[in-house]
Structure formats: C-alpha cells, structure tokens
C-alpha cells in the first residue's frame, strides 16, 4: 500500500461519489444499525446510570493523565524499561517509522505480523517495511482484507465493513489464490490457516497499545480474535506503538476502561481477549519475545494537548461508536474523509494533525447535532470542538480560511438580520417572496447564483411557512395561547 | 539511533501543558495506596468474595456461558477429568499439549488420556530444552488444558499469568482450549482483579510478571459483513470446567495476602 496520503481535500467530491455508490450505501446501511443496537444494549443491560458513572470515572482518569502526562510518560518509560523493556520516542510519524525500521533491521526481520493499529496507519508503515524488503502481514482479518485489497481502513473497528463477502471471496481467489470460497466462516477459516502459517514464520509482532499503565509499566491490548495474543506471543521480538495519549495512571484504572470499550464499541462486556504486556520473556517464562520495544509517538498529539478547547480529543479511546452514529458517517462512509481517522471524532484530529486549511470541509462534515457526544464512553465534546475549528476557518488568515467570501458575508448579514426584530421581520417578508421562484414543493432545493448556490447546493431548505409565527403570535396566540390555524 | 530522546520528547509535553518543571507526583489515589494500605483492600476483597463465593459460581457459569464459553459443572474432579477425555474421544484427538498447573495434582488427565491412547505432553520447555519443538506440538494439538490463576465472574474471564511451566501458547493455538477453575480462584470484579494484581505488583518490588491474559470465551470475528464467526485465530471452542471446592486448605493464590 502506498504511504498513507492524505486526501482531506477531495471531502466534496469524495463524500459525493459514496452517496452515489450502491455498494457503500448497502453496506452502511446493513451494517450502523447493528453496531448502535448492540451498544444500546450492553447499556440497558448495566443500566444507563451505572453506564454514566462509569464514564464520568473514566473521563475523570483521562483527564488526570492529560494533565500531568510528562509526569505518566516518564513513569511508564521507567518501568517499561524496568521490566527489560525498551522505551523509545518519536516526535513524528517518520520518526517512528525509523524506529521500527532500525529494529527490524538490526534483527534482520524479514516477516512481521501486526495486529491492528491506527498509529501505524498514520505512519504508512507498511509501506515502509515493504520498501526495506520486509514483508507486513496484518492479522486481524478486517485488516487482512484490506490489506489484500490495498485500501485503507473505513472504520476504525470494522476496517472492511464496506466489503461483501463475494468481494472477500474474489479477493482471496485472485491475492491467495484460494477460490470458490462462498461462506463466511469458510473465510474465516482459510485466513486463519493462511495466516497461522505467517505467525509461526514471523520473527516481529507489531501491535498498538490500547492503554498502557504508567505504574506498573504495563500494555494493554484489546481484540477479540486473538491475532494481537498471537503477535506478541509466538515472534522473538514485540514492537508495540502507542500515542502517547494511551497512558493512564495506574493499573487499577484498568478496569474501569475494560468496561468502558468492549461496550461501546461492539456491546460486548470485555472483548474475548485482553492482553497486558510488561516487558519481554523473563527468565523461566515457556515463551514470549526476547525482546520488548515500547514506541511512544507524538505526531501531532502535543497540539492538541496545548490547545484547550481541543484537548478532550486526546481522551479518545477509538471506540468508533461516534462514527457509528453520526448521520454523516452513516451515510458517506469512512474513505471520504480522506486519511485515517474518519467519522466526528476524526474531523476534529485531521484538522489538526494535517493541517487545517487543507480538512476544511471537516469540521463543517456536521450537523452539529450531538449524538456522537451523546454515545461517547468518555463524553468527549466533539460538536463544540467542531464549532471551534469553524471558527477557525472563518477568523483564520485568508489563506487559512474554509469559507468563501460568499459565505462571509451571508453569514455576516444573518447576524446583523437576526439581531434586531424589526429587521427580522422585514428580512422574513422580503424573503418570502424572494423564495418564490426556487421552491419546489415548498422546499428550496438551490438558488443557482452566488452567495447562495455554494450554501444550497448540498441542503435543502424547507420554504418560509406563510404566516411567521410573529404574524400567529400577534393575531392569537398572545391572548389565547393557541392558534386557530396552524 | 532513530527517534528523539526522553528528555527532549517530555519538555515539548511540558511546553504544551505550559509548564516549566516537570510535575511532582500528583494526588492520585490508585497510585497513593501504599504497600499496608492496598493489603488491607485486598483482604476486604476476599471476605467479601469468600461470604459471596456461591453466588459468584452461578454469575460466573451465567455470564462465561453468555460469552460464548462452553460451561461444565464438575461434580468430582474425575468427573472434570472424564470431561476432557469425552470431549478428546469427540474431536478425536491423537495429542493434547497442557501447562503445569497445581490443579492437575487434583484433575490427572494424563493417565486417563494416554490409557486411550491419546497423548499427552505438558509444557516445560525448560526441561525439554527444545522451545520450536513444542510449538510444533502445541500447533498440531487438537486440545490445549490449562488451570488459571484467578477467574472473575463480572466478565466471565479466566485469567493466566504465564511463567514456568505455563506457556502462553497453550491456551491459544489449539482449537480447542479447556480451563480448569477452582473455587476459590473466583473473583466478582475486574476491580478486584486489579486490586489483587497490584498487591502482588508491590509485593513482588515492581514485578508485574512479563504477560497477564484476559481470556472471556473463543475466539470471535465479525469483520466479513458483521456476521460472527467463532474461531478465527484462537481456540474455536473454549470450555470452562468449574471445579468443586477442594477438601482442604486450598493451595495459595498468586495474589494472595502475606503477611
Ligand atoms: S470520540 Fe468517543 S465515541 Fe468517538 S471513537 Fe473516540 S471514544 Fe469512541
């Protein structure tokens, strides 16, 4: 696969394109409900006010380690490092990638199987093995396939949710040469021959870290399928990767944020395994990695830190139950958002890790309506954080801003209408007829001449109603607290 | 050396925390309990879970079976033993790897097994001295058995703590996994298990053991259109045989209180 591009610019373009493809919408459309329900459930079962103090606990925890992370991250170096683990860490994503590189080489890997992590996906870090003659395999199946298939992730749980299964069967005929595959748990068992073949093979696991406990120097990860048990069982060195934002205090935190993720994100109680590694084989141990490589990146993350409206982001457990229910991620998918982390949770860390003139369509990616925060497990205030990104935009250096002119002065002039009942009025009625021309069963569907066309070219605005509920307010409603007609 | 030093990475963190110093050990409570204070925590947690212990049973039998474990109630432990040479008869197994632990002094499978011809090798690779030989034995195993070091009923979750005599790959490459549990190893809460854990943390002077494995049911995937498949990469079956009480004193627990 070829180093992780950032597309954040083609937003528009792309997002339209998925509304227009059959096979993502079936896709979307068979698969978001399943995951909402299941969630739901595991809530009810709990109870929602149980649910709710477990997330105030855990946000409480993210947010102490937020806020003293040089003191986490230097705890956890040292113990890591006191288990005979080593600690290394990178300012960027290339950084890390070196890292890992100078390991493999030093070792001369030739085969490494990764469990799943996003950070690597941020540093296009298959790629970069390949280039060095050192052959990737992902392992949780979901990667697996789209790794075949030579895509990036389109959900940061399900990486090939958007796949059928006839498209996972040619896809294994045509890269493994194993035809005629027609059932799921076929599949599934052909990956996992295929694939336990490339584990006792490998002699490098690379994995990320889900949490890691400063205090006792510990990694935890999360999976149901076992890949992650596997990498860092069977190969003779474990290279783990972690944002530094996975760190938490102690190692009693833990539970609360085994019960927090495995919900939230497929409603299940604690995902088949969790696994929490300290350090390389010891002495005695039957088996494990002689060596133990903790990678702790940055890459973006310290912005968020030093920006307070911003920083909740980092308490981001990568549930991917805002995506789940976000209307807009619901309805265009995980590629169009154009680099790694897609969905609400994603528009708010692109921006920020690429750039933000070049995600401006992201944080506008919203219809601002709260759900994502409604469902996150650590209450994360994504639609404010989006609301502040646009502001960005718009106060920003011209080169920096996300708005045309047009907008500006729209929006402009919408504050000055609205601040004032009288003018509201007289905007309303001047409107009302204005609107004439363009409704269509009295909805506006685009006005096709600037500063409107770009607003409406993708929102539907229903027609002003004919009496204003000033008119109704004036005529009855002030008197008789009804109105005769609606 | 690629990368940045721990230095230079932990002043931009401070820098963006804006602050100057590094920060000195904040108040936190899970980090403040000191060696006397968590022991007192961990003996309430086992009166708690001994006053409880048979409701803990049944939660522990309801919620595993719910995750997708095969439960098995064993009267006797000849009864645990005649489980695992039924389900061995079933898949037909001609070998079954197993770890050391203290449970099969009371469950001996081995001599029941290889009565039938089936054969058993346990794994302590450090008196066999060939660790690749016994992964080929461990990847050709139809079953794996292993004890467990705690169990908690709130997850259905056996846990391991792997280490001589309990290899990790036990209880994963094999189709088929069976865990042995014994009373006394229940816990009721992933918090107990942590507070128990980090008794041991202390005890042991900062040693957390290298591995410590959360296994709640078989392994599962839904990546192909959401549909569950069991058995993808870890064990297809996973059994939990839960064992009768032990007639006396039963043996420690890792974690357990010393004074
Ligand atoms: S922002 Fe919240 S809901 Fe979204 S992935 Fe992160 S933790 Fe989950």
Redesign the pocket.
Known sequence: MAPVQVRTQEFPRASSRALANGRVQQALTNVMGHFDHAREAAIQELTPEVWERYRERGREIKRHAMEYLDFYLELLSERVEANGGKVHFARTAQEATQIVLEIAKALGVKVAVKGKSMLSEEMGLNHALEEQGIAPVETDLGEYIIQLAQEPPFH?LAPAMHKTKEEVGELFAAKLGLGGLQQIPDMAAAARKTLRERFLQADMGITGVNFAVAETGTVVIVTNEGNGRMCTSLPRVHVALMGMEKVVPALEDLSVMLRLLPR??TGQRITSYVTLVSGPRQPGDEDGPEEFHLVIVDAGRTRLLADPELRE?L?????????NTCPVYRKVGGHAYGWVYP???GSVITPVMVGLPRARDLPFASSLCGA?RE????K?N?PLMLVSLRRRLMEGAPGERGVSWGQRLLVRLWSRVVASEGSLRRARRLAAVFQRPFLRRRVVRWIPFPPFSRWTRNRDMPGLARRSFHELWDRDLKTTGRSKRP | MAGTTREEFLKTVRQSLGRKEGAPEPEYLALRLRREDQRQKVVTIEARVEARRRDLLTRLERVAGQSGWRVYRAASPEAAAGYVLKLAREKAADLVVRSEHDVFRRVPIDGLLRQEGIAVTPILAARAGDREHLRQEMDKAQIGVTGVDYAVAETGTCVLLPRRGVSRAVSLLPPVHVALVEPHQVYETLDDLFAVRRLAFIQGRGDAGSYLSLTSGPSRTADIEQTLVIGVHGPVEAHLVLLPPAPEAASPRPGTPSP
């Open positions: 940061i939230a994100a982001a308490y981001c457990i990568r549930c991917g139950a805002c995506l969905g609400p949770i994502c469902v996150c497990p650590l994360i994504i």
